[in-house]
């Protein structure tokens, strides 16, 4: 029993870090993928790259300090967080950081495009986000269900935008 009670104790008052990255090659040309994160990061609805059935993001600016409002859809309801742009150099990289309230209690997020010489980027998403104890189920659903989906649509509508841009409609 003291066992449990010492454990207990020890998550209680713990805090931890979940580090995270994700790494996804495109044929599109990092200012094409710039241009479409900006699109979704104003107002992911009018987004074809953001997978809007796992969140929506809105913002006034896609600048340094600017507020992004993340409506997180979950299978146990919906949740509103906010983060902000920490830094951010145009065409290349953007960190957006949690503001208070947010599931997370800390942590940063950066999204870096990297050209390729063959005219495509690499995507990288890297992130690290800290949580304490009371916050272990959010936790867990963001490792288990909501990043891994996120990347999986996120991808797939990327597929889906590469097809279009390299097979656009013929005009008739």
Known sequence: MEILQDLHSHLSSASWRMPFHARISTRLSSSEV???????????RSSDLWPNRLSEIRSDAVEPHA?????????????????????????????????????????AVTITLTATKEGGCIIDWTGEYRFEASQIWA??????????????????????????????????
């Open 67 to 107: 507020v992004l409002e993340v409506k997180y859809k979950t299978p146990a309801g919906v949740r509103i967080v906010y983060d902000k742009i920490v830094d951010y150099e145009k065409g290349r990289r953007l960190t957006y950081a949690p503001l208070k309230g947010h599931v997370f209690t800390a942590g």
């Open 34 to 44: 710039w241009r479409q994160l900006e699109i979704a990061l104003r107002d992911s």
């Open 139 to 172: 936790a867990l659903a963001f490792r288990l269900y909501y990043k891994p989906a996120f990347f999986a649509q996120f991808e797939k509508k990327l597929r889906l935008l590469e097809a279009r841009v390299s097979n656009p409609p013929s005009k008739t």
